[in-house]
Structure formats: C-alpha cells, structure tokens
C-alpha cells in the first residue's frame, strides 16, 4: 500500500469483477462512482460488486459517491457540433427549443436575473468563451470572445456571476439515499460555495441514515473565496481541477491547489487531487513526464490522494494507470521533506493535535518502527497524518465505517480491531500498561509487522468518545501474548 492513497473512478471498462479486482491489486483503495452519468441500479450494481469483490480478496476499500450537483447546461442544438465565431453574436435564454449558432438554449432558469454586462460565461470546460454585452428581459446577447464548435448539453459556467442556484438539485437528493442506502464511504459534493452548502448535505446526509464523510469539492472561484470556512465544515477537500480551470484563469490553477492542499493541512482533513492525473492514458500505455511531474508535486504538495476519473472509467489502460499512479506515489512519498512536515509552519490549533505531534516527534527521535492510534472517529490517526511521520501509522478501531474513511488519510493503515469495542471499564479498572500493549501487538500483527518492535501508541481516554486526544505511551511490543 502507498502512503498516498488511490482514488479510481469506475465506469464502462472498470465496473467488472475482474478489472475491480486487478485495479485493487495495483493500488486503487478507494473507487469513486460518478452520479453524473449512468443509471441509479448501475450505481447500486457497482457499489455491490465493489464490496463483493474485496471481501473475496479479504480487503477493505471504500466507496465514495460523486452528486452531480447544479451543473447549468445549454440544451439541444442542431446541427451537432455548431460553430460558434469569434466576433458573432449568440442569444443565450432559458427556453426548450432547438438551438442553433444565433440561439442557445440553457437549463438555468434564472440566467437573464444572475448576468450582467460584462461577465464571462464560459461553454464546454472553457473551450468557447462569451461576454454579456446585453440583457433583454430573458435573453442574454452574448459577443462570442473565443470561438468554437459547441455541441448539445455541454456544462456552461458562469465564473463571474453570483448564482441564486441552490447546492443540492432533488438529483442529488435521490442520489444521496442511494449512497446511504449502499453504505458509501464518503460523498464527493459538487459546486460547493460555502460551509452552508455542507452543512445542508450534512443534514440531508443524517435525515437518509448514513454516515458518509463529506468530501468538498473546490471548482468555483466562489468556493476558493471561501475557503477556510469550506474546509472547516467538510471531512475532508477535492481539488476539482476541471471546472476550476474555467472559472478561473488557467495560470491561477496551480497556485490555488497549493493554498488549498495547505489549508487541508493545517486543519488536519484529507485532500484528494483531481482531474488530468493521467489524461493521456485514456490512449496511450504510458504516461507523459509532466503528467508524472504533476502527480509528484501534488504529493510534494501535501495531497493525501490522487485520483484518476476518465482514465480508468472510460480508457484504454484503467489498471495500468492505477499501477503508474502507484509507482510514482511511492517514489514521491519516499522523497518527502519530513523536516518540513514536523514543524509546519501553522501552530497546533489544539490541545488533541498537540499531543499527536508530540507522538511523531517521539516516533522521530526514538527511531520508533510504527505509530499505533487506537481511535473511534479517526480524528487522532488524521492529525498525526498531517506530520508525514517516517514509520507506519496503524489506526486500531472496532468502527468498520471510520476504518473505511481512514483509507483517504495519508499515511494510515486502518486496522480492524474489534477487541477495542466496550473496553472502557476493563481499562479504568485493570493495568493499562498491560492493556496498551496487548493492543498495540495486535494491531502490528494485523498489519503484517512481526518480531519485536519499539513503539509511541496514542488515544483518546476513555475510550468510545471521539474527538479526545489525550494519551501517549512508548512501549516495546514482543511476540508473546501478556
């Protein structure tokens, strides 16, 4: 397993037993299923098979559901592809009819109130651009700045224009009772612009029944302005770079990935980074340089994930390129400045993440061979993971759903310890030294690491409440049983 998690996305060549199986054995942890396209009973076919399938292997992976979110479209147009030339004008109004180069449809009904002259709404992931130079009642005249040849239902976006679109479309609504329904590990949520459009997936989320971490995807520059309150209210962040690179200027997109992968990090969520990891691997059997470039910097970065979409949805090599991901991953991971990521330069925001940056800095001057977190909602296990720290990081809980979430975590190796649950009174009342290494043993034989082994084993006392970091011990783990 890499330090650096995989993310794949499934899709017409990859929902198979078998490719789902050979692409865990590459690398992938975690399968992504995309809500945008597809049918809900394929949905609820792949998340079956993904779970099938691993548990044939012996394995936990985890599943996280992408909802589409208030994507605005233009509608049918005809012929198909229509040019649009720069220099012409186009008529953009929220009607069903038949388009054509003069007159575009558009899914959003409030298009004509939201525009203004001089805003930029951008066509096909940014390949055709207009400037609204008129509104007239609900028709937006549009000067065409790059031309183009647009087809029917391509995403419209509109970068400069404040958009009284709600966050979760009834799409979405059914979307998340599937993901509920199925277990879903996490939820990917699209077009977020504010805590508040987490907070009411959040609710959405608990009124279903389930328990999926909340996965903020950043693609609108509204969402980058408002960042640190996103992450704040999320479990965790998507550098969605598609739509980003179109509600932004191209050139602000890596710098925006770096302020966003470091606010991840000083709040100690996960981040994953999306979108043309591995584009040319749709074709092609191996990657380009700057492809290779980009997922090592992206881990150099801070990235806990990577994450593949076309390229093992819809492409030629899928398993392929979750074995080049995994290469460079490690590569990456290994060249990590460690100095660097235990004295960041944010100070601890509390006294739980104090003490988990106490057990790295235990782990790096003793030489320690793992770091051994016994937890309930996995927050200790994400605040050590924040550090990089050089040993293994094996997160002990009997939580089956906080095992699965711990797999976006850099670093974590989730480690299913059902001896952990209803513990709280023997620990109160029997030798906690004893305990904590008998803990600590199996946590390292259920990751494989055997012979004696020096570790810092860290929690939160009593036991079963999460969210309290308040326990360290260093201890040396044999291989007889107490």
Request: with cysteine.
């Amino acid at each position: 397993m890499t330090q650096t998690k995989i993310v794949a996305t499934l899709g017409p060549v990859s929902e198979s037993p078998a490719v789902i199986r050979a692409l865990i054995e590459a690398g992938a942890d975690i399968f992504r299923i995309n809500f945008s396209h597809g049918s809900a009973e394929a949905h609820r076919r792949m998340a079956k098979t993904v779970r099938a399938v691993a548990a044939e292997m012996g394995r936990e992976v985890a599943l996280l559901g992408d909802i589409a979110g208030p994507r605005i479209r233009c509608g049918d147009i005809a012929p198909e592809p229509t040019p649009l030339e720069t220099g012409s004008v186009v008529i953009l109004t929220p009607d069903d009819f038949i388009g054509s180069s003069a007159l575009i449809p558009i899914s959003y009904e409030r298009l004509h109130e939201d525009v203004k002259v001089g805003d930029t709404i951008a066509c096909d992931d940014g390949r055709i651009r207009l400037t609204v130079e008129a509104v007239e009642e609900r028709k937006v005249i549009c000067r065409v700045v790059e031309g183009g040849l647009l087809a029917s239902r391509k995403g419209v976006n509109l970068p400069d224009s404040a958009l009284q679109i709600g966050a979760i479309t009834p799409a979405d609504e059914r979307s998340i009772a599937l993901a509920a329904s199925e277990h879903f590990d996490f939820l990917g949520l699209s077009f977020v612009g504010s805590a508040a459009d987490v907070l009411l997936a959040r609710d959405l989320v608990r009124q279903c029944g389930g328990q999926m971490a909340l996965i903020a995807k950043i693609e609108r520059r509204r969402a980058v302005e408002h960042l640190n309150e996103i992450v704040e209210a999320s479990d965790g962040v998507m550098v969605a770079r598609g739509d980003l690179g179109v509600e932004l200027p191209i050139e602000q997109v890596p710098l925006v990935q770096k302020q966003i992968l470091r606010a991840c990090n000083e709040h100690a969520k996960p981040a994953i980074t999306a979108t043309q990891m591995l584009e040319s691997m749709i074709q092609n059997q191996r990657p380009t340089r700057a492809e290779v470039t980009d997922i090592a910097n992206a881990i150099l970065d801070g990235t806990d994930a990577v994450m593949l979409s076309g390229e093992t949805a819809v492409g030629r090599y899928p398993v392929e390129a979750v074995r080049a991901m995994d290469r460079v991953a490690r590569a990456a991971d290994q060249a990590l400045d460690r100095r660097r990521w235990l004295h960041p330069e944010s100070p601890m925001r509390d006294n739980d993440s104090a003490v988990a940056h106490a057990a790295v800095e235990l782990a790096h001057h003793l030489k320690l061979d793992a770091i051994v977190c016994l937890t309930e909602g996995g927050s200790t296990p994400r605040r050590i993971a924040r550090h990089r720290p050089t040993c293994p990081i094996l997160a002990g809980s009997a939580n089956v759903g906080t095992l699965r979430r711990l797999m976006l975590c850099w670093g974590v190796e989730p480690v299913d310890l059902p001896e952990l649950a209803g513990k709280t009174s023997a620990v109160q009342s029997g030798n906690m030294e004893l305990w904590v290494g008998h803990m600590a043993r199996l946590c390292l034989r259920a990751a494989g690491i055997t012979g004696p082994r020096r570790v810092v084993v860290v929690a939160g006392l009593p036991l079963g409440e999460p969210g309290i970091t308040n326990f360290v011990h260093v201890a040396v783990i044999g291989e007889e049983s107490p």
